[in-house]
């Protein structure tokens, strides 16, 4: 995108695909057989969305307030230019429509019927531009049997201007074990842990999250923020 106003003119950095955005719909609970670009057409899981975005567009996935569970492993978010916003009331003709997160709260956490209860909430890798705003970040518990046991809440790695919103990340935790090969996996980062990127954190709660530890010898840290 390049802009031009008084002063000038410049292109976006980083670069912004011109053109309409996309919009897709999602809404907890519902069939999920339709084409997401409606309330009344919404997807029923948030990763349908994610899948659907493109690289070349500007993505907006708006979350109509109510719970949704994560996968096993987590959201995955790899997509550039993707924003994702709750708190949408998410009656059909009337897109986007009313929105107030406190109102209609989003909560975003993970099954723990499932035999695999063990998963964090968000796995963010390689995006470029977006944004997550309106949420609440909850129940994560990265699993302490793979490498990356950081980020029980959200784990974002080399990803470049991003910026959470108005986010309440909370009750999340990691794990660290030794491994019975002799490897050893820390668990930094109970909420959110960063690696490689840069990410605005703007008017978001992060409270009372853990990171726990298995051994006298290692240190657990960043049980909020890593």
Known sequence: ???VNSAGGAWASPALPFGPARTLYVAS???GTGSGRTWGEAFGVIQEALDACRDDKTNIIRLKGGTYLAPDGGFVWTRRNTFIY????????????NRDPAQWPTILTRDTNALAVKTRIWDIRG?????LDGVTVTG???????????????LIR???NLTLNNCLVTNNWTDGLASGNGSTYTGPGGGLALYTSTVAIVGCTIADNYAYGR????NYFGAGLH
Request: no cysteine; hydrophobic share 30%; charged share 15%.
């Open 158 to 160: 080399q990803s470049t």
């Open 215 to 218: 051994r006298n010898d290692i």
């Open 29 to 31: 609970g519902t069939p």
């Open 140 to 154: 994560g518990h990265a699993d302490p049997w793979i490498a990356y046991a950081a980020g029980g809440g959200l």
């Open 127 to 131: 995006v470029t531009n977006g944004a």
């Open 1 to 3: 995108v390049y802009a």
């Open 86 to 97: 709750g708190g949408h009331e998410g009656i059909d003709g009337q897109e986007p429509g």
